[in-house]
């Protein structure tokens, strides 16, 4: 099982980043998939969690209507797409999958991890 996050970086604020994570070596389409931050010296926590079918989803108050989850079950790839970034969205984003049918921002309820991406707002 693989999951390969890319496309973080160095933005300014109000900039926009699109992080991928490809997947391998299960059932893609079969998940519920999550994406995750951590800053340095906080716990991981939810961003936001899509349902394989979307009829569950989960946003942090934080992103609500600046970040948009989305998949593409033919290449067994998810996306996290993040607008209107600001300082406080500094971490390391994992992206996850998880076997429930409905959303969770527990990090325990997913089977799946990434390794991590850098996402680094300036002010």
């Known amino acids: 099982v693989q999951l390969v996050e890319s496309g973080g970086g160095l933005v300014q604020t109000g900039g926009s980043l699109r992080l991928s994570c490809a997947t391998s070596?299960?059932?893609?389409?079969?998940?519920?998939i999550g994406w995750f931050r951590q800053a340095p010296g906080k716990e991981r926590e939810a961003v936001g969690c899509?349902?394989?079918?979307?009829?569950?989803?989960y946003w942090d108050n934080s992103v609500k209507g600046r970040f948009t989850i989305s998949r593409d079950n033919a290449k067994n790839t998810m996306f996290l797409e993040m607008t209107s970034l600001n300082p406080g969205d500094t971490a390391v984003y994992y992206c996850?999958?998880?076997?429930?049918?409905?959303?969770?921002?527990?990090?325990?309820?997913?089977?799946?991890w990434g390794q991590g991406t850098q996402v680094t707002v300036s002010s």
């Open positions: 070596g299960f059932t893609f389409k079969d998940y519920a």
């Open positions: 899509v349902t394989r079918l979307f009829t569950d989803t």
């Open positions: 996850a999958t998880s076997l429930r049918r409905t959303c969770s921002s527990a990090v325990d309820d997913f089977l799946y």
